[in-house]
């Protein structure tokens, strides 16, 4: 398989060696230095785009993917507000699109899991929840894609909560947030050196703590991942997120 790499940084470098050692073939990696070759005659030298950019570069790349007809499994996070428009022109366009905020095997484990674990913490009133992340100083936004999904599959099954709220604390020091409701599900972010990624979800009560935690060691799970979900999508039209991928029912 034929592979571009829209965004070349650390996870870019870890995607291409993972593709390359399942005998896939990287055709073009476009970076910030050479924005000028992503182009539709290059895109359509790979069967198969995999995208890891910014916030800032990632709806221009879709876009370049969709009008050269090539699939793009896209793993930056940060810019979800654009889904639904993202959506109606993949359909519109007889595309192939696949999304996540995160590709990790285990990652989406600990998603399911988090639900469940919710839908049964609903029924126990005297626990409270939060949400932490921990992450790298260069991660741009905050929360993470991956903390927010699990937010969300606590507010799915938790009738306590009704919105998630964050706070930022970039030094690893004490977050402090006064103004979390009874109601807020309150999601505190760290960035701190290089952690890849530290996701932990607290039940507090008075007699205890339940604590439900994913860690990742490096980058790789989440690497492998983007590729088990480039060779998924190559023979396939339409918009999927990585729950269509993996069979977790």
Known sequence: MNIALLGYGKMGKIIEKIAIDRKH?????????????????????????IEFSTPATVLGNIEHCFNAGVPIVVG?????????????????????????TNFSVGVNIFFH????????????????VQVEEIHHVQKLDAPSGTAI???????????AK??????????????????TKADDLLIESYRIDSVPGTHTVIYDSEVDTIEFKHTAHNRNGFA??????????????????????????
């Open 25 to 49: 073939e990287i055709v073009l990696k476009i970076d910030l230095d050479n924005q000028d070759e992503l182009t539709a005659e290059n895109l359509q030298k790979a069967d198969v785009a």
């Open 162 to 179: 009704k919105q998630w709220v964050n706070v930022l604390t970039a030094d690893g020091g004490e977050s402090v947030n006064d103004s």
């Open 76 to 100: 930056t996070t940060g810019w979800y507000e654009q889904l639904p428009q993202i959506k109606q022109q993949c359909e519109t366009g007889n595309n192939s699109f696949i999304y996540a």
């Open 224 to 249: 492998l991942g983007a590729v088990l979900a480039a060779e998924w999508i190559t023979d396939k039209k339409g918009f999927f997120s990585v729950k269509d991928m993996f069979d977790l029912s």
């Open 113 to 128: 899991v988090n639900k469940v674990l919710a839908k049964l913490m609903n029924k126990q009133p005297y626990y409270e």
């Open 149 to 159: 999904t699990i937010a969300e599959g606590i507010l799915e099954n938790l009738d």
